[in-house]
Nanobody, 121 residues
Framework: QPQLVESGGGLVQPGGSLRLSCAAS??????????IGWFRQAPGKERELVEI???????NYADSVKGQITIYRDNAKNTVYLQMNSLKHEDTAAYYC?????????????WGQGTQVTVSS
């Protein structure tokens, strides 16, 4: 059974940095076939896309994180990272990674359990 496990969240001061990791296991067809996205959900708000990297390496991101947050993947380690710099209070949220692909005619969509990021002084 495919699994995604996020880690790296925590409490950080404004202006600080964090690197989140999304470790994948059990992906029979290989994580490299999947688009991997990082989403976040703040209290009382809907879940929103932060950044996504396709199987081909293309990247799309929310305008609000341009120049601040970077996604990259290491297929050999089955891990996707989210490097977050210059963190602000409004970056406080639970961060989730998602793997999505259409393989053999089936939509395959998986979520991790999330990791909390709190930006506070």
């Amino acid at each position: 059974q495919p699994q995604l496990v996020e880690s790296g969240g925590g409490l950080v001061q404004p202006g600080g940095s964090l690197r989140l990791s999304c470790a994948a296991s059990g992906f029979t067809f290989g994580l490299n076939h999947y688009a991997i996205g990082w989403f976040r959900q703040a209290p009382g708000k809907e879940r929103e896309l932060v950044e996504i990297i396709t199987s081909g390496g293309s990247i799309n991101y929310a305008d609000s994180v341009k120049g601040q947050i970077t996604i990259y993947r290491d297929n050999a380690k089955n891990t996707v990272y989210l490097q977050m710099n210059s963190l602000k209070h409004e970056d406080t949220a639970a961060y989730y990674c998602n793997a999505n692909a259409v393989l053999f005619g089936l939509n395959r969509d998986y979520w991790g359990q999330g990791t909390q990021v709190t930006v506070s002084s």
